[in-house]
Each structure stands twice: as structure tokens, then as C-alpha cells.
């Protein structure tokens, strides 16, 4: 199967989740092969378990530390992990070497049926949809990729009976051609490429790791561009990147167009008809279907109000969504995070016509989409908001109407209150949101401002609603 690697030096690059689950199965193949091991991380500073894994390998050599990029020059082979970003390798790698990833190597070598599912945003309630259907339809299936199990070592057992649904972010796409020369038998198998692509949408994200949102859409694109005319391709059709990339595919073109919270299901159902499953199966396995944690996730009703955790929204077009969703029953709303340079104007838009009352603000962002509200409606705050990084001042800034509103009258004006920390903006939850309307956290923004990461911002939401939901706040 990979044979020709044998012969190769090869560096695993990445000792996270996808690179230690690569050092184990080629380890699998090759027990005797000198691997090498490389990650910016000191081994001191690595997890226990895979600081354990490679200190008992005696035929891995490590490069660890801040010069591990050094190492590049002396490998014919480089297995490089999602996490890292392909143009800091230009400095360091020869012409003559093979770049290449844990899902090039799956897609070359995998003898089951891949069904790819990515986008901006929805990919993994898409992916997990689409497993739970074919697995209630009694389809062997497998979830794999970012949210399901790491791939290569399902090689082993894997067999044209199987399907794999593959949640493929853009970093994991990045690397993916037509063919992998460095291990390439000859034996065309499955290709670089899914039988059944799901392309959701395509927004502007990851704009540090990518040099422009060209590159990035570009990366996405790789999961339609070497599909065959008997390959599918399920995408988007309100999306204008993802129908210019469309146009590029030779894959049979299955479009959706239902509004943003039904594509989910649309593309799911999509995938389902091609593989011939009964409707009654699909709606079966739909109504099992459990939202994943963090995505537009209902929290529950405390005093009255309805909470809804969606801190995965990490760009304006999914927190639009989500109060398209949600409807007019939102009068608060948690917004702000860190700044990457994108536009809030489509954002501000919405919000406007809404009946959003409360907007309660993190740093950095959330001043700036106040201010992009204040400057589409021309509307005039009362006083400013309180510097975000000093100790928590809660207000209460009034917008007063210059010109005509077409959706809020003078009493309904949106009012906007600076928090630091979560606790503090769910008391001010609890004390400016009425009774049957609901509180929506959707940041629109990245967490790590003020937050490790969404996960920890949407925990502390859940554990803050219900501690001041069951007491005085």
C-alpha cells in the first residue's frame, strides 16, 4: 500500500491528535524504519502519553523546540499536520520534497466510499447528520476527520463496504491533489478525492493562517476539483464563492438553496437519496438527531428566559443565521470577540431589523459593531462605553435616534452594556431581558480575546445561566 515510502525519509510533522495517530500507523508498517518527529513544542512540554509514546521508540529521531523547521532539509517525505500552516514551511523545504497529509494518504489508500463535508460553517452537524442517517439506514459507516476519529489506522480494516463520512476542514484540504507521487503504486484506488463532496458555504476565516481569502477558498475548492463524472457534488447554491469554484467540478451538481438553518438537513437528505435510502429512514434518523454542544445549542429556560449557547459563531454570517433561526423572540444578544480585521456591516444590518434590545458587548469587537450600528442609522449613543480592559463598569448606553427608523420605535431602541467576563454579562442578562424572550450568545467573532477558545466561552455561558438562573445574580 505504501510501499514506496520505504525507501523514503520521512518526517511526521505535528505531534497533535492527526500527527500521532500518522507515527502510530506508519510505525504499524514499518517497525524497523527510522521516523522522524518534529513539533515547535519542547518534550518536556508534550502531553505525558505522547511524550511516553516516542521516548520508547528507539528508531524515532526528534526535532523539537523552536528550530524544528531546520530539520525539513534532511527528509524526502513530510507528513505535515492540519495545525501547521503550510507557508512557514516555504523558508525551510527543498524542491524536490513531497508535502503531504494524513488525508491525501486516506483518500490514496482508502478502498470504501468517502463522502467529503466541509464549509465555513456547519460542517460537523452536517457530517454528524449524514452519519447518524446511514447508520440508522444500517449502512456501515464510520464519522471520521475533525470530529470524528483520526483516519489512517482505519486502513488496516477498511473495505469497499465501507463509508466514510470525512468532516474535511480547509487546512486538511490544503494539501490535497491529484495524485500523491511520493506513494503512489501505479493502483489507481480512490483518488484524491470523495465520491460524494459536500460543499456548504464559503465566508471569509482563517485570514491569519491563509494569506488571502483567494488561498483560503482555494483550499475548500480541493474537495470538488479532482472528482470524476461519476463522483457527486452536493453544494450551496446561495453561496457566490462556492458557485464560482462549482463551475470548475466535473462531478454530477446537486444544488440547495433552502435558508441556512435547513441546510443542514437539505444536504444531508441530498447525500441520502444518492445511496437510495427511504424517506421514512431519514426522518427516523433526523428526529434521533442531538444538536452537537456549542452550535445553536439550547441551554434552557431560567426566570423566564430562554438561553441558547451558539459560540461556535465565529464570523457575522453565522451569528446571522442563527437569528434567522431564532426569529424576532431574541432581545439579547452576546456579541464581540478578537479582531480580525472582517467587515460588520451585513451584521449591523440585521440587527437592526430585528427586535433586539440588548447587546452585550465583549472586547475587542463588540465596540466595533456598536459603532457600525451607530453609523448605519445614523444614531447618536448618550455616552461612551467603558474601556473594556479596566474593571467591569456595566452600563446602559441608550441609542437616540437622529433619523427615521423603519424598525424600532424611540421606546424600543437597542441598548449596549461592556463586559469583561462571562459571569458578569449573564447578570446583566438576567437583569435587562423580560420574561419569554430569549438570550442568544453568538459572538460573530473569534473567543480567544478574552477566551481559550469557543468551548470554554460557551461552558462558562451554560455553568453562569444556570448558577444565577436558580439564585439572586
Known amino acids: 500500500m505504501l510501499d514506496e515510502l520505504k525507501e523514503k525519509k520521512v518526517l511526521i510533522l505535528g505531534l497533535g491528535r492527526e500527527g500521532i495517530d500518522s507515527f502510530k500507523f506508519l510505525r504499524k508498517i514499518f517497525p524497523k524504519k527510522v521516523l522522524g ?42 507528513i505535515k499536520s492540519p ?20 488525508t491525501e494518504i486516506f483518500f490514496e489508500n482508502c ?15 452536517t457530517a454528524s447528520l449524514i452519519y447518524q442517517i446511514l447508520k440508522t439506514a444500517g449502512l456501515k459507516a464510520h464519522l471520521i476527520g475533525n470530529i470524528g476519529k483520526p483516519v489512517l489506522n482505519l486502513l488496516f480494516s477498511a473495505t469497499p463496504n465501507d463509508i466514510y463520512v470525512y468532516e474535511l476542514s480547509s487546512h486538511q484540504l490544503f494539501n490535497l491533489k491529484p495524485a500523491c507521487p511520493a506513494y503512489r503504486t501505479g493502483r489507481r484506488q480512490a483518488g484524491n478525492r470523495p465520491h460524494i463532496a459536500v460543499l456548504l458555504n464559503i465566508y471569509p476565516e482563517h485570514l491569519d ?18 472528482q470524476k463524472k461519476d463522483d457527486y457534488l452536493i453544494y450551496n447554491s446561495q453561496n457566490k464563492i462556492v458557485r464560482q469554484i462549482v463551475k470548475k467540478s466535473k462531478a454530477k451538481k446537486n444544488p440547495i438553496s433552502k435558508k441556512p438553518y435547513l441546510q443542514n438537513i437539505e444536504a444531508a437528505k441530498a447525500v441520502a437519496k444518492i445511496f437510495k435510502i427511504s424517506e421514512k429512514a431519514v426522518e427516523r434518523a433526523i428526529k434521533k438527531f442531538k444538536p452537537l454542544p456549542h452550535r445553536l445549542e439550547l441551554v434552557g429556560t431560567f426566570k423566564g428566559i430562554t438561553f441558547y449557547n451558539d459560540a461556535l459563531a465565529t464570523i457575522p454570517e453565522a451569528t446571522i443565521a442563527a437569528l434567522d433561526t431564532l426569529g424576532d423572540g431574541v432581545e439579547t444578544i452576546f456579541l464581540g470577540g478578537f479582531d480580525r480585521g472582517i467587515s460588520f456591516r451585513n451584521l449591523a444590518k440585521r440587527i437592526l431589523k430585528s427586535k433586539i434590545k440588548n447587546l452585550i458587548l465583549f472586547p475587542t469587537t463588540g465596540e466595533k459593531i456598536w459603532r457600525e450600528i451607530i453609523s448605519l442609522k445614523r444614531l447618536q449613543p448618550t455616552h461612551h462605553p467603558p474601556a473594556f480592559g479596566g474593571p467591569l463598569n456595566p452600563f446602559k448606553a441608550f441609542l ?12 424600543t431602541s437597542p441598548c449596549c452594556s461592556g463586559a469583561q467576563y462571562m459571569k458578569d454579562a449573564v447578570k446583566l442578562t438576567y437583569q435587562y431581558t423580560k420574561k419569554g424572550k430569549i438570550c442568544l450568545l453568538s459572538c460573530a467573532s473569534p473567543s480567544f480575546s478574552i477566551f481559550k477558545d469557543y468551548k470554554e466561552k460557551g461552558n462558562l455561558f451554560k455553568r453562569y445561566v444556570k448558577r444565577y438562573g436558580k439564585n439572586s445574580p
Open 83 to 102: 495545525g501547521v500552516p503550510a507557508k512557514i514551511l516555504r523558508k525551510f523545504r527543498r524542491a524536490s520534497q513531497v508535502i503531504t497529509s494524513q
Open 111 to 125: 478502498p470504501g466510499k468517502i463522502v467529503g463535508v466541509t464549509g465555513t460553517k456547519g460542517k460537523s452537524t
Open 209 to 226: 493562517y491563509y494569506k488571502n481569502l483567494k488561498e483560503y477558498a482555494n483550499a475548500k475548492a480541493n474537495i470538488t476539483l479532482h
Open 400 to 411: 437616540v435616534q437622529r433619523a427615521k427608523r423603519t424598525s424600532f420605535s424611540s421606546s
Open 37 to 78: 518527529v518534529g513539533d515547535r513544542l519542547e518534550i518536556k512540554n508534550l502531553k505525558l502519553k505522547i511524550k511516553n509514546l516516542i521516548k520508547k521508540d528507539k528508531k524515532v529521531k526528534l526535532h523539537l523546540g523552536k528550530d524544528y523547521l531546520r530539520a525539513l532539509k534532511d527528509y524526502d517525505v513530510i
